[in-house]
């Protein structure tokens, strides 16, 4: 059928309008496109060039150099040494067990090392090298070089790993360092990249731990051209890092070392103080370890030995240990009582060897009593019962009250693990902890360093040195930091009567000098040079009415971990004080026997710098303390060649 010219006409036009706006919107898309391609390749190229190069090119950290450690006269305590490994790739070895099978025959592998090994190979990609043995000697690492056509994959490195020359003698100071383990990431919040460089290491205790900042440094970072599947081409670029800052301690490495040699063998602990500034010159815990031990991860043998061991030589006993201070303490009772006026240096107390205290009676350690004593009396003879009476009168919110002001229940800020805060009780205290009221007999207990009371050694010689100076000395262990000298601990004056401070400082010296001191037998005759002390022994037990009755079982007759502890502070010399000794020998017995002696040649050594003469010392023990120092300096010798053997 045939159409007319008018349908046609409007067909046509209508084709027409449809084909120029599909022509339009073609022309459209098209413009749009090549504006869009070269915005893309011509205002856009460097910002796709800078990223094409990120593909290409990797940024990688570099462990920096670790602070090293010195003690005050800076001889190293803590440093870094080269250490040699045997790095192997996977993907360029072929047969992996078959070349650490080769490498076995010429080198001691560990197994813990190579279990540890193989771990990683088989969650890290083949072309990254895997440390199989670490901290080999150079006669190994020239075997390997020797027999590398038959080694393929593997290298020997070089790198720097933590060492402590002196081994034990600092250990419980400095602490240690280890590989970062996934422990340690959990504790942090935003942890940096470079502790996830394989085996970084970083500080788990002591001085290592608490200054890890400042002692790590800042990596550096280089840039490294890798292809497409990740492995390195080559170096482009490298920027250092910025090493740690070196540290030097207050401690005198030849006095901590005859320090931690003295205590020997003893569950004990020692602390030298200097009573003018602060500074910690030998703080000891006994028995030590090695920290090399831990560097590289310590062995399960190793660890079961220290950890089941009953003196438990991993604690740090002078800042963590806590104990009933023992009649150490009187020094306390005693200028609580001057101070608020309760009693006078020349009042008496009677003492028939024990007092009665609502229904119950304490004992004096002298069973046939003291008799009438005064201060400077009850002191020198270490009278319970004097401070008996004297601590009811005075009341235990006073006697807490001077304690905190002397050192004791107050945790001093030192960089080292667990510092403990110790207890001086009160009223308030037991309401608050134990729910219960403060009794008479609680005060009676305290006045003697016994009940509640604890304190570290570290606290003891705090108390020594404060009493000694008149001031609020603060115990300061660290020296300088890369050369900037760290704040003096010798604090304001304490507002104590000096009056006071005079009588408590000349019934020490009695303690010491007076033929009926309890310290009489470890005195110091040089002249100018004299101590004053106090004697301390702490029960661990209570003694029942029953042993009493029938005779006290002796100290020595009990097993070990039952014996009281044995304490004794002091500081000398008497008519200038210079430093301040704690000593605590656990269930060592008593006072005067087993701290007094150590704490008597501790102070010596502090006072001369070095081995003392041997007429500074009673002619009595004269023999005996010869033959003592003669040992002492053949271990100490025989210590120090064994540390260079193993260092070589």
Known sequence: MKRNPKELDGSHRILTRRTLVLGGLQMGFVGALAMRMRFLQVEQADQFRLLAEENRINIRLIAPSRGEIFDRNGLIVAQNTPSYRIVLVPEDAGDVEQVIANLARLITIDEEDLERARTEMRR???????????????????????????????????????VYPLQDDFAHVVGYVGPVSDYDLSRMEDPEPILRIPRFQ????????KREDALRGKAGAKRVEVNAMGRVMRELDRREG???????????????????????????????????????????SSPSFDPNLFVRGISVGDYRGLTEDPYRPLANKTVQGTYPPGSTFKMVTALAGLENGVIGPEETVWCPGHLEVSGRRFHCWKRAGHGHVNLLESLK???DVYFYDLAIKVGIDRISEMANKLGLGIRHDLPMSAVAEGLAPDRAWKSRVHGQDWLVGDTVNASIGQGFMLASPLQLAVMSARIASGRSVTPRLVKSVDGVEEASGAGAPLEINDIHLRNVRKAMFAVSNDRRGTGYRSRIIAEGMRMAGKTGTSQVRNITAAERAAGVIRNEDLPWDRRDHALFVCFAPYENPKYAVSVVVE??????????????????????????PLDAYPTSDRDKVKAQQERLERERLKRRETSGNDQA
């Not at 020997?156 to 790993?161: D, F, R, S």
């Not at 602990?269 to 500074?279: I, K, L, P, S, T």
């Not at 060592?588 to 501790?602: E, F």
């Open 124 to 162: 890290s990609p083949p072309f990254l090298p895997i440390t199989l043995a670490d901290q080999i000697s150079w006669s190994d690492i020239s075997k390997v070089a020797v027999n590398a056509p038959a080694l393929p994959g593997i290298t020997p490195e070089v790198g720097l790993t933590r």
């Open 202 to 209: 970083i500080g788990k205790v002591g001085l290592e731990a």
């Open 242 to 284: 910025e090493a740690g800052a070196d540290t030097q301690l207050t401690l005198d490495a030849e006095l901590q070392s005859y320090v931690q040699a003295r205590l020997g063998t003893e569950s004990a602990a020692a602390v030298v103080m200097d009573v003018e500034n602060g500074d910690l010159r030998a703080i000891c």
């Open 381 to 383: 003879g270490s009278c």
């Open 587 to 612: 269930h060592g017995g008593g006072g005067s026997t087993a701290a007094a002696p150590i704490a008597r040649d501790v102070m010596l050594q502090a006072l001369y710098g070095g081995t003392p």
